[in-house]
């Protein structure tokens, strides 16, 4: 499965934006897909993941109760909605994807086997 990330853009502290991956190939409806991000000098964070049953969600410490990922199959595609802003949020947004990944894994980049190319979120003060 291909993935493609987009919706990255400025934004001011405070504000919002969402973020979306569509994927191309491959029967979606049966992926985990994580989001990651990476600022300037940093290690890659865990952001989110969106069970195949979506009614299941993984959120990182440091987005919980900004952030939302949902996920249309029938689209074949996740979004993350980002609301709240930070300036400490700006980064490179990525989506990823497995089908074999478990629960324990979600955070974990080594967990999953598709990456999209990443998009870009930067939040100013």
């Known amino acids: 499965v291909q993935l493609q990330a987009s919706g990255g853009g400025l934004v001011q502290a405070g504000g919002s934006l969402r973020l979306s991956c569509e994927a191309s190939?491959?029967?979606?409806?049966?992926?985990?897909v994580g989001w990651f991000r990476q600022a300037p000098g940093k290690g890659r964070e865990f952001v989110a993941a969106?069970?195949?049953?979506?009614?299941?969600?993984y959120y990182g410490d440091s987005v919980k109760g900004r952030f939302t990922t949902t996920r249309d199959d029938a689209k074949k595609s996740v979004y993350l909605q980002m609301n709240s802003l930070k300036p400490e949020d700006t980064a490179v947004y990525y989506c990823?994807?497995?089908?074999?990944?478990?629960?324990?894994?979600?955070?974990?980049?080594?967990?999953?086997?598709?990456w999209g190319q990443g998009t870009q979120v930067t939040v100013s003060s």
């Open positions: 190939g491959g029967t979606f409806n049966n992926y985990v």
């Open positions: 990823a994807a497995s089908r074999t990944i478990i629960v324990s894994s979600y955070a974990s980049e080594s967990g999953y086997n598709y």
């Open positions: 969106i069970r195949v049953n979506y009614r299941y969600t």
